[in-house]
């Protein structure tokens, strides 16, 4: 609850800075910024919706979310409605708790599907838009590294853990945070299953990985997310793989 807000506030401070709504969004550019508030806090009242339904087979109809007018355009009208959004986000969660079953569309990651397992997703959902605010107005910024850790963290065991069968050649994937974190995905015809590691010498480990990425976390979280180019990291090995885990789409 405290990244939320933490990154929440962060987020409506870079869209406060904005000479503009109509900005154009670099790592959206079909989106103006008030596009990309408005995608945002409708994100965030979505999620609030699915975690106050509990446990269900699907999320809530649109109308649990999508009610009134939408976003404001004019200023102040604006970001009060930012703010609203996580306000019912924060009561949600809080009413929940961490531990209550709810629908998730990661039903066959390595995460749970729990309310607690929401409020981290949104963490890292609105960090990484609150970096293309930033981005927008001209002040990007790095995740922080409490956030940026965990967020990959996230990607790994949440977004990449899959039970959907890897169409390619079976490999082992490694990603190194220079902050002392360090993850291994495998990768084969049973899916994607990942799994934290200590940080040995290359040389100590017996198990060779097909290919490496090594970068700050905030870093591996951007470059995950296409926010900053593959080659921002230091690669090692078969490069091809790291193409082919970009261009994998596990739902389709």
């Not at 609850?1 to 503009?20: G, K, Y």
């Not at 039903?107 to 963490?123: K, L, N």
């Amino acid at each position: 609850m405290r990244l939320i807000d933490e990154r929440s506030t962060a987020f409506r401070a870079a869209v406060a800075a904005a000479p503009t709504f109509d900005m154009q969004v670099p790592t959206h550019p079909e989106r103006t910024l008030f596009d990309l508030v408005q995608h945002v806090g409708m994100g965030r009242r979505k999620a609030a919706a699915v975690v106050a339904a509990g446990p269900a087979d699907g999320p809530p109809e649109k109308s649990a979310w999508e009610g009134g007018p939408g976003a404001p355009r004019e200023r102040d009208a604006l970001l009060a409605w930012w703010t609203e959004s996580i306000e019912q986000l924060a009561s949600a969660l809080r009413e929940a708790g961490p531990d209550r079953d709810c629908w998730t569309w990661w039903d066959d990651s390595q995460s749970p599907q729990t309310s607690g397992a929401w409020a981290r997703r949104q963490i890292h959902e609105i960090a990484v838009h609150t970096y293309d605010a930033q981005l927008t107005v001209g002040a990007p910024q790095p995740l922080p590294d409490e956030v940026a850790l965990d967020g990959f963290d996230d990607c790994q065991f949440t977004l990449c853990s899959t039970t959907v069968a890897w169409p390619h050649k079976p490999a082992v994937v490694d990603y190194h945070a220079t902050e002392g974190a360090s993850w291994r995905l495998w990768l084969s015809h049973d899916g994607a299953r990942a799994a934290r590691l200590p940080r040995p010498a290359a040389s100590e480990d017996p198990d060779t990985p097909d290919a490496s990425a090594q970068g700050t976390a905030s870093d591996l979280v951007l470059m995950f997310y296409n926010r900053i180019p593959l080659d921002s990291l230091k690669l090692k090995g078969d490069r091809h793989i790291f193409d082919q885990l970009i261009a994998w789409d596990p739902s389709v």
